[in-house]
C-alpha cells in the first residue's frame, strides 16, 4: 500500500519561502527516484525537480537557484525547499515516486499560492 503524503503549502508573499514535504509509506524509500512536479489552473503537469537514489539532483530551468530538493531516507520524506518565490510559481504541487520498475505513484498534491 504505497502512499505519499505532501504538506507545507500555503499561501506567500512574492519573495517569500516555503518548505514542502512529502512523506512516502509502504515501499522501499531509499531505492526510488522522488520527484516534485506542478500544475497551474488550466495548464499541463510540468516536472519541478527531481532526486535520484544517489542524491543527483536536477531542476527546471526556472527554479534553478531558487528551489533545493533534498531527501532524508531514514524518514522516508522528500523536501522541497522554495526561495524567492513569484506569482508564477503558483500551483499545485504533487510529490512523485518512480520505482526501479518505473511504476508512478503520485501523492494527493498541496496547494502554493504567491501573490501580494
Known amino acids: 500500500q504505497v502512499q505519499l503524503v505532501e504538506s507545507g503549502g500555503g499561501s506567500v508573499q512574492p519573495g517569500g519561502s516555503l518548505r514542502l514535504s512529502c512523506a512516502a509509506s509502504?515501499?522501499?524509500?531509499?531505492?526510488?527516484?522522488m520527484q516534485w512536479y506542478r500544475q497551474a489552473p488550466g495548464k499541463v503537469r510540468v516536472l519541478v525537480a527531481g532526486?535520484?537514489?544517489?542524491?543527483?539532483?536536477n531542476y527546471r530551468d526556472s527554479v534553478k537557484g531558487r528551489f533545493t530538493i533534498s531527501r532524508d531516507n531514514a524518514k522516508n520524506t522528500v523536501y522541497l525547499q522554495m526561495n524567492s518565490l513569484k506569482p508564477e510559481d503558483t500551483a499545485v504541487y504533487y510529490c512523485?515516486?518512480?520505482?526501479?520498475?518505473?511504476?508512478?505513484?503520485w501523492g494527493q498534491g498541496t496547494q502554493v499560492t504567491v501573490s501580494s
Open positions: 532526486i535520484s537514489s544517489s542524491g543527483s539532483t
Open positions: 509502504g515501499s522501499i524509500f531509499s531505492a526510488n527516484v
Open positions: 512523485n515516486m518512480v520505482t526501479g520498475a518505473f511504476v508512478n505513484y
